[in-house]
């Protein structure tokens, strides 16, 4: 069965300005796949291209080399069965709760009963169905992650992309949002592919975990199985011996590399 997301050799290399004769390489040489009901999270240090393999999956932009697959076939232009979770929400201000989450489906031509009939049903799952006619400004940032979320799920794909979406928030708020997302994945099972720093984050919802270099050529360097029970409570299996020891094991591999990370950083200060 061919993966939901396969990213091929892939790197990515960025012009530093129009006279250099040589780039910035973000990623190198990456190979990762996530398959159809598979919860991938991917961690690394801080600019070591998370977000840049994320964008290359979701098609906003084409790798330098490499091959991106999307069910078994060569993505060309935007990946159009995935839906994107950006750590800032997406939210129009001037549209209500409910507005917003019906936009895509206005976008897509869908009847507009069946429309409002789907954005009520996934402000309910969110539980945000007391508070559907409520303008972004009028939202807690949790209500607003909420409402994104609706947005990126009614639409129903078949591949979430997430990016960081919950750095923002508080820790407790946090909790209730990863989850309302392990819930929702549950019950769906649709692939996904997850970007945090949250070393916990991370193995408190996936299935296996990824690892990143340190950029520039940023690479996998671990991947992990993450063989706790399902269903599970973000905060309860925090702790578990079990946590703890993947969390040692993950831990030993990335700590060196968030140093090198944190190392480049000060050097262009």
Request: aromatic share 6%.
């Amino acid at each position: 069965m061919a993966a939901a997301v396969e990213l091929r050799d892939i790197s990515c290399t960025f012009a530093s300005n129009a006279a250099a004769a040589q780039g910035y390489t973000a990623i190198a040489d990456l190979s990762l796949s996530v398959g159809e009901s598979e919860f991938v999270s991917v961690v690394g240090p801080t600019g070591c291209g998370k977000s840049t393999l994320l964008n290359v999956a979701a098609g906003l932009l084409q790798p330098s080399t490499g091959e991106v697959r999307i069910f078994g076939q060569a993505l060309q232009g935007l990946n159009r069965r995935a839906g994107y979770m950006f750590q800032t929400d997406s939210l129009m201000p001037w549209r209500s709760a409910r507005d917003n989450v019906l936009a895509g489906l206005q976008f897509r031509g869908v009847d507009p009963v069946q429309a409002a009939e789907q954005a009520d049903d996934w402000l309910r799952r969110v539980g945000l169905a007391d508070f559907a006619d409520r303008y972004p400004h009028q939202m807690s940032g949790g209500m607003r992650k909420r409402a994104s979320l609706a947005q990126t799920l009614v639409m129903d794909p078949d591949i979430i992309l997430m990016d960081e979406p919950f750095s923002a928030l508080d820790i407790q708020t946090r909790q209730l949002m990863e989850n309302e997302v392990l819930s929702l994945w549950q019950s769906r099972k649709k692939a996904v592919l997850f970007i945090t720093h949250d070393l916990d984050e991370a193995i408190a919802m996936s299935d296996r975990v990824v690892i990143l270099s340190a950029g520039p050529a940023s690479h996998p360097i671990g991947e992990f199985a993450i063989d706790l029970p399902r269903p599970r409570d973000v905060a309860e299996i925090k702790m578990t011996p079990e946590f703890a020891r993947l969390h040692r094991a993950i831990w030993a591999v990335l700590r060196d590399e968030v140093l090198k990370g944190y190392q480049q950083q000060l050097r262009t200060a």
